[in-house]
């Protein structure tokens, strides 16, 4: 079964301090690998997305970082804030006709950032 | 506003009482899908469709069923509910997996059902 495997569980993060969340995944047929952020109460939003042909994709305070040979990516914020406190999804998908599954997600990161 | 609406919001309901969840898009969306979210499981897809009278199973079908008759609405069923359907549910759209697979999801605001 194809899976996305994320940690930590959970992280605490002071104020103005770096966030990172790491995802690895199996299937080598992989070749979109997007980040979603959930609040409470609130569906899960598009918060940024990679392809493999670039191995780092920067967003304002949002980063990931791709490695293709370890099968593993991760989410960077960088100077958190209180209200990037959230919940976080990696997931992965094959955008290459195979299949027609849609998102592998991981089971997300409870994200809390200390004033 | 473009967006994805369910209804119910919230849910409490016994085992074995039929009830459907109804989802609708406004955004012309041919892609939609189903998912659970449990605590420490994350998001579970449990049937997506990929047009109109097109759907298909994901990884935790049993016990739902859906239909897709119309392109904007992607209703839930569950014939007779079970405890451990208790969950919150979130329906997702997204433009074509067909020909374009990088298209974001949009996933509606949720429903949380408690059955006894």
């Known amino acids: 079964q194809q899976q996305v495997k994320q940690s930590p569980q959970s992280l605490i993060v002071q104020k103005g301090g770096i966030s990172i969340i790491n995802c690895a995944y199996e299937?080598?047929?992989?070749?979109?690998f997007p980040w979603y952020q959930q609040f409470p109460g609130k569906g899960p939003a598009l918060l940024i997305a990679?392809?493999?042909d670039v191995s780092e994709k920067k967003e304002g305070r949002f980063t990931i970082s791709f490695n293709k040979s370890a099968k593993q990516f991760s989410l960077h914020i960088m100077d958190s804030q209180p209200g990037d406190s959230a919940t976080y999804f990696c997931?992965?998908?094959w955008g290459s006709g195979g299949g027609a599954d849609g998102l592998t997600f991981g089971k997300g990161t409870h994200l809390i950032i200390q004033p | 506003e473009a967006q994805v609406t369910q209804n119910p919001r919230y849910l409490i309901t016994v085992t074995g009482k039929k009830l459907t969840v109804t989802c609708s898009q406004n955004?012309?969306?041919?892609?939609m899908s189903w998912y659970r979210q449990d605590p420490g499981l994350g998001l579970r897809q449990i049937y997506y469709?990929?047009?109109?009278?097109?759907?298909d199973k994901g990884d935790v079908p049993e016990g739902y069923k859906v239909s897709r008759k119309e392109k904007r609405n992607f209703p839930l069923i569950l014939e007779s509910p079970s405890p451990n359907q208790t969950s919150l549910y979130f329906c997702?759209?997204?433009?074509?997996?067909?020909?374009?697979?990088?298209?974001?999801?949009?996933f509606g605001p949720g429903t949380r059902l408690t059955v006894l």
């Open positions: 997702a759209s997204s433009l074509s997996l067909t020909r374009d697979r990088y298209n974001e999801q949009f």
């Open positions: 955004m012309n969306h041919e892609y």
């Open positions: 469709s990929m047009n109109v009278e097109v759907t």
């Open positions: 299937n080598t047929a992989f070749d979109y």
């Open positions: 990679i392809r493999p």
């Open positions: 997931a992965a998908s």
